[in-house]
């Protein structure tokens, strides 16, 4: 079984940064896809970005792609997600999620992620 705990959320003002961290125990993960979601107050969970083992990564919207970057150290069972140049409109609460499928593509669908982390919260003030 495989848990995840997220950290490195909290407040920070428009244009700021953060760096989440999402580590992995139990069974091995560095197989398996990784990815962020997030769900803001009243809002579904929305799809960030994911990474597979091999390096393949998508985000969520061309804006993400340009802010924030996803990132994992199989060496310390941990993803990371930096985010730059912070919006008041990107205040969440942050999940990371692993996909237990060896080797598997990377999804944008969270019912296709099998472990879930409780979360992190990100507040960004204009």
């Known amino acids: 079984q495989v848990q995840l705990v997220e950290s490195g959320g909290g407040l920070v003002q428009a244009g700021g940064s953060l760096r989440l961290s999402c580590t992995a125990s139990g069974r091995t993960f560095d197989s398996y896809p990784m990815a962020w979601f997030r769900q803001a107050p009243g809002k579904g969970r929305n799809f960030v970005a994911a990474r597979t083992w091999s390096g393949s990564i998508t985000y969520g919207t061309d804006s993400l792609k340009g802010r924030f970057t996803i990132s994992r150290d199989n060496a310390k069972n941990t993803v990371y997600l930096q985010m730059n140049s912070l919006k008041p409109e990107d205040t969440a609460v942050y999940y990371c999620?692993?996909?237990?499928?060896?080797?598997?593509?990377?999804?944008?669908?969270?019912?296709?992620?099998?472990?879930w982390g409780q979360g992190t919260q990100v507040t960004v003030s204009s």
């Open positions: 999620a692993a996909r237990s499928e060896h080797y598997g593509a990377y999804s944008r669908q969270e019912n296709d992620y099998n472990y």
